[in-house]
Nanobody, 124 residues
């Protein structure tokens, strides 16, 4: 089993920045591809970014490239999402997810473990 706990969400003005963290416990973190997803009210959960477990290859939703950066620290069992130049449409609950052994993926079905989510609200 893997436990994921997100933190770092909150209220920020448009144009501001936030860094989300996701702390993992339970198994060898470096064996997991990690992803960030988000879900706004009334919408489906959507892919934000992912990072491979071995090569640290990163993968982003096209609409977020250049504003969001995913990174990981295997020594701390933590994955991060740096979000810059935030917009009101970035308002959502942000979830981290873990995929054992597989490559970074944009599909929710590929991730077996999920955190509880952290709320990000961007005011305009």
């Amino acid at each position: 089993q893997v436990q994921l706990v997100e933190s770092g969400g909150g209220l920020v003005q448009a144009g501001g920045s936030l860094r989300l963290s996701c702390a993992a416990s339970g198994r060898t973190f470096s064996n997991y591809a990690m992803g960030w997803f988000r879900q706004a009210p009334g919408k489906e959960r959507e892919f934000v970014a992912a990072i491979d477990w071995s090569t640290s290859y990163t993968y982003y939703a096209d609409s977020l490239k250049g504003r969001f950066t995913i990174s990981r620290d295997n020594a701390k069992n933590t994955v991060y999402l740096q979000m810059n130049t935030l917009k009101s449409e970035d308002t959502a609950v942000y979830y981290c997810a873990a995929r054992l052994w597989g490559a970074a993926s944009r599909f929710t079905r590929d991730y077996a473990y999920w955190g509880q989510g952290t709320q990000v609200t961007v005011s305009s």
